[in-house]
């Protein structure tokens, strides 16, 4: 789902300004002076228990159109950790090393291909993806859900040269309790340099954001995140700053093709297998070569 909040706020970076729930000692982390623009949250992943309600209106129309903005070219990806969980072992078992394979893998991946017929003001979407080392937060982390402010916040406390355009997927250890949500996707800036960002529930024991993959490759909790990290990462590429591809009713590439899998497992480029949705294809749904999303709509492709 694509909210329309997409009125920016401009803060300096204190954890009085932007309403941290974290620890005295990370605020004062926080550069003097630093400034971050964030804008609304996009793409959120709607939860099972939520996304039959909202199906409807993700059927309004059928292809989407580009709103005249830019598209990402190529992916430029740092995934961090946040939360003091992340250094339990049990915890962590094989979410970030999963989450780093995942990444390393959609990198030239068909199913990466499926977004890219997009294009935009600065060129077309391309497969390309470059994955830098991963950095793990554990010094505070969140008691509820978080604005995105919050998020773009925690990326300005642990990068300290964001890349221009690059993606920062930031993953917590937070479940997510009543929230209708997943996850989402949004965009800002950190001292006037562009990003994307996007935040994660803990998905352990979630079964409102479970694909249910039945292969015994991952555990749940990593199968759930990879399969919203796929939605999440499409989503971003084709409409990166909310001027780019989505529907009359607001719903992005992910979103018109949410909880709807076409194969037990997709297959990426370094061998990874994951149970993951379809992304909307506009050209697949006008030659009628893709797969019904839950509205009938036959547009999702998943790279098979």
Known sequence: MRLRRTAAVVVTLSAAAVGLAAPAAQAAKHPEGMDIHAGGPHGQVVAHQAHDAASARHGGSANMTSHGGGIMVDSDITPIFWGTKWDNGTFLADKKSGIESFYAGYDGSNYAKT??????????????????????????GITKAPSTTTILTEVANVISNPVANGYYPV???????????????????????????????????????????SSGLHSQGLAALANVSAHELSEARTDPRGTGWFDNSGAENGDKCAWTFNTPLVNFSNNSKWKLQGEWSNAAYTAGTGYPNRSGQKGCLDGH
């Open 171 to 213: 993953y917590t250890d937070l479940p997510r309790g009543n929230a209708g949500y997943c996850a989402w996707h949004s965009w800002g800036t950190i001292n006037n340099v562009p990003v994307q960002f996007a935040f994660f529930f803990n998905l352990d024991g979630d079964a409102g954001c479970d694909p249910v993959d």
């Open 115 to 140: 977004s890219d017929e997009y294009s935009g003001t600065n060129g077309q979407v391309g497969p390309s993806l470059t994955l830098r080392n991963s950095i793990v937060d554990t010094s505070g």
